[in-house]
Antibody, heavy 115, light 107 residues
């Protein structure tokens, strides 16, 4: 069955870099797009960017200067790196499959930016 | 960016009641509109895609409609498990954007 699972550190210091991994199963990264979406505590959803099935990437312009998404198809993994983290980057980060809509989501990983 | 204006912000309904949630896009999105339900501490779950297509496994009391810039989600025969926050999302143009959410509670 289709599954996505995020992993990464729960705590990041301000100005440091966040590195998250999304490990997928039940589908191929060369057939489906995978996106990253985040949610500050108690707030709404924000689209961050996507890894297309062919390796192309697209980013939210509000984050573009800090954000990088890559993948390793042999390991079925998509990576998110975001630098210069601030306290308002605190939240839950999700990876999600998108065949035109977000049909499967990971459980999310809570990231706290604090010293 | 396309702005998604969702209303109401919150809603209280009795069991068995029918409720509607609206979503207005700042420009036409050609039915590239999805609805999600999120429960506390959980990931969003897809309910409706392409404005009116019901995701597999979602009860038929959920339905979506609309076109152009105006879309709505209808929940018929409200059930206790329908409590949660509902979001609309446009997938027409990057950056994909979400509505601010509607919190639905049982009265």
């Amino acid at each position: 069955q289709v599954q996505l699972k995020e992993s990464g550190p729960g705590l990041v210091q301000p100005s440091q870099t966040l590195s998250l991994t999304c490990t997928v199963s039940g589908f191929s990264l060369t057939s489906y797009n995978v996106h990253w979406v985040r949610q500050p505590p108690g707030k709404g959803l924000e689209w961050m960017g996507r890894m297309r099935y062919n390796g192309d990437t697209s980013y939210n312009s509000a984050l573009k200067s800090r954000l990088s998404i890559s993948r390793d198809t042999s390991k079925n993994q998509v990576f998110l790196k975001m630098n210069s983290l601030q306290t308002d980057d605190t939240g839950t980060y999700y990876c999600t499959r998108n065949p035109g809509y977000f049909d499967y989501w990971g459980q999310g990983v809570m990231v706290t930016v604090s010293s | 960016d396309i702005q998604m204006t969702q209303s109401p912000h919150s809603l209280s309904a009795s069991l068995g009641e029918t409720v509607s949630i609206e979503c207005l896009a700042s420009e036409g999105i050609s039915n590239y509109l999805a609805w999600y339900q999120q429960k506390p501490g959980k990931s969003p779950q897809l309910l409706i895609y392409y404005a009116s297509s019901l995701q597999d496994g979602v009860p038929s009391r959920f339905s979506g409609s609309g076109s152009g810039t105006q879309y709505s989600l209808k929940i018929s025969n409200m059930q206790p498990e329908d409590e949660g926050v509902y979001y609309c999302q446009q997938g027409y143009k990057y950056p994909f954007t979400f509505g601010s959410g509607t919190k639905l509670e049982i009265k």
